[in-house]
């Protein structure tokens, strides 16, 4: 059977889905959200959903509860019109972070939202860059997990013309596997920084392993939030004798004091894909990465049941 092949957005990142759902040569599904004055959300879809194959784009950025919580509902209504399959497509799922119980009496948040898509009624999830790779195993539905890496890799060998002197550096320890895995790419040397986390928005660099100096450091980062680590960063790799300093990170969340961080740093740019809405306008140093074609082929793979191991190649 030739099931229908339907796209649907949330409210997190419209854009994204409509540059999706044109890639597919497909319109946008139609689907409403209220809130009510007593602050419950109400959704619904505005077509018939029978028997299609079904995909709701949402990425959980803030107000992030808001998010989540439509994309559940969104799930559990495309279930209970009779679709045939729905895949929550979350560009960027931003529990990734709360992986482990690393702490006496906190949840483990990641299992938890996972739990929670599946209760919905997701059949699939297709990500992208999570932070921390093994809450892949906290879903028991297949999870196809995009990576950033080779559109990353394209807008640096596209703007950097001296890429023969350029290094590319991993923010923190934890990076270093994605640093490693882009440096090879480029064919480029790898620095990484050792760092202390102070709190939720402060970082300390307490040392450089890799040589950077007369080079041009390109840091990678899986998100900037808060530009903590970004700018801490740069300003770390500018003392030990680097040129200058480019950024590049898949998910842009750019909260709190982030955009005048990045605005008073010696940052040159800060490239991020579109998996979460870029600020509009758009700040003089920031730079945005497509990644609609990417989940576009992604769906159309799943979709007519093929693998998806080629993107990642």
Request: aromatic residues 6%; neutral net charge; charged residues 25%.
């Amino acid at each position: 059977m030739n099931r229908p092949l339907k796209v649907f957005t949330g409210k997190s990142n419209p854009a994204l889905a409509r540059e999706i759902a044109h890639h597919l040569e497909l319109p946008l599904g139609r689907s409403s959200t209220e809130k009510f004055a007593n602050d419950n959300l109400f959704v619904r879809f505005e077509e018939s959903l029978r028997e299609a194959d079904v995909f709701i784009v949402q990425s959980l950025t803030p107000p992030v509860q808001d998010h989540l919580f439509e994309l559940l509902m969104m799930i559990d209504a495309a279930k209970g019109a009779s679709a045939h399959r729905v895949t929550a497509v979350i560009p960027y799922f931003s529990y990734a972070r709360s992986d482990k119980k690393d702490e006496p009496r906190i949840s483990v948040a990641a299992r938890l939202v996972a739990d929670l898509l599946q209760t919905a009624g997701a059949d699939r999830v297709l990500t992208m860059t999570l932070h921390s790779p093994q809450v892949h195993g906290f879903f028991k539905v297949p999870m196809d997990h995009l990576s950033a890496e080779m559109v990353i890799a394209n807008h640096f060998v596209t703007r950097i013309e001296d890429l023969e002197h350029a290094v590319v550096v991993a923010p923190d320890a934890g990076d270093i596997k994605r640093a490693s895995a882009l440096a090879r790419r480029l064919g480029t040397p790898l620095a990484f920084i050792d760092k202390q986390r102070l709190s939720d928005t402060e970082v300390e660099a307490r040392g450089l392993v890799g040589d950077v100096k007369g080079k041009i450091a390109l840091v990678i980062d899986d998100e900037v939030s808060t530009a903590g680590s970004l700018v801490k960063a740069a300003e770390t790799v500018l003392e030990a004798g680097a040129r200058e300093v480019y950024a590049a990170v898949t998910h842009g969340v750019y909260v709190g004091p982030a955009l005048e961080r990045i605005a008073k740093s010696p940052i040159r740019t800060v490239a991020a894909t579109d998996t979460c809405a870029p600020p509009r306008p758009l700040p003089e140093k920031l730079r945005v990465m497509n990644v609609a074609p990417l989940f576009a082929e992604a769906i159309d793979r799943i979709h007519r049941g093929e693998s998806i191991s080629a993107l990642f190649n």
